[in-house]
């Protein structure tokens, strides 16, 4: 069982519409998650960390957290084409040597006119 | 203008030979990072630094190595070892290790 899970992809949803984004990880006592967006050839960057179960909105995002589900997804409100990328959850575990950071494989994101 | 800043954007490497990525951050990070990305997979973690003239090894240390002799610098040396180098390398850096990863715009290193 891979550490972290997402769907490849690709997730295609109309512009203005919600895409749902989502996420498993396999270990307990994971303590927080990330989503990073990343656009073709680029780097990833930062769209929202989460620590507690939940939601946490920032502005179009909203992060869900679901720590007995081991679950975690990333809802993006009226979809817009530059939100087109791929998306990368990250979760944060305590291991002997200090904080991992393990990344699932990445959903593609296609927002279509 | 802070940042973490990594060059070359593209580095070519014939067999046999050492090449030598630089990532460099202002952010005052004590943590740094690098990691290795392929098509189709998540991020690997290939070194990762919490302090100045400490480092430790990451999921796939074998054919690479690192320093870390000043705050603001952590080079990654990809070896002849490494038999597979193509990759999308990508440096970070964090405030300490428990908090986020910030990173750089990567290395495309390609074996000619």
């Known amino acids: 069982q891979k550490e972290v899970e997402q769907n490849s992809g690709p997730l295609s949803v109309p512009e203005g519409a919600i895409a749902s984004l989502n996420c498993t990880y396999s270990?307990?006592?994971?303590?927080?998650f990330f989503w990073y967006r990343q656009y073709s050839g680029k780097s990833p960057e930062l769209i929202m960390f989460?620590?507690?179960?939940g939601d946490k909105e920032d502005g179009r995002f909203t992060a869900q957290l679901n720590k007995a589900s081991q679950y975690v997804s990333l809802l993006i409100r009226d979809s817009q084409p530059s939100d087109s990328a791929t998306y990368l959850c990250?979760?944060?575990?305590?291991?002997?040597?200090?904080?991992?950071?393990?990344f699932g494989t990445g959903t593609q994101l296609k927002v279509e006119l | 203008d802070g940042g973490i800043t990594q060059s070359p954007k593209y580095l070519f490497r014939k067999e046999g030979q050492n090449v030598t990525l630089s990532c460099e951050q202002n952010?005052?990070?004590?943590?740094m990072y690098w990691y290795r990305q392929d098509p189709g997979q998540g991020l690997r973690l290939i070194y990762y630094?919490?302090?100045?003239?400490?480092?430790q090894k990451g999921d796939i240390a074998e054919g690479y190595s690192v320093s870390r002799e000043k705050k603001e610098s952590f080079p990654l040396t990809v070896t002849s070892a490494q038999k597979n180098p193509t990759a999308f390398y990508l440096c970070?850096?964090?405030?300490?290790?428990?908090?986020?990863?910030?990173f750089g715009p990567g290395t495309r290193l390609l074996v000619l």
């Open positions: 970070a850096s964090s405030m300490d290790p428990k908090q986020t990863q910030y």
């Open positions: 270990d307990r006592g994971s303590q927080s």
């Open positions: 989460i620590y507690s179960n």
């Open positions: 990250a979760v944060k575990t305590l291991t002997g040597g200090g904080n991992k950071l393990t």
């Open positions: 952010l005052n990070h004590d943590a």
């Open positions: 630094s919490q302090i100045v003239n400490d480092f």
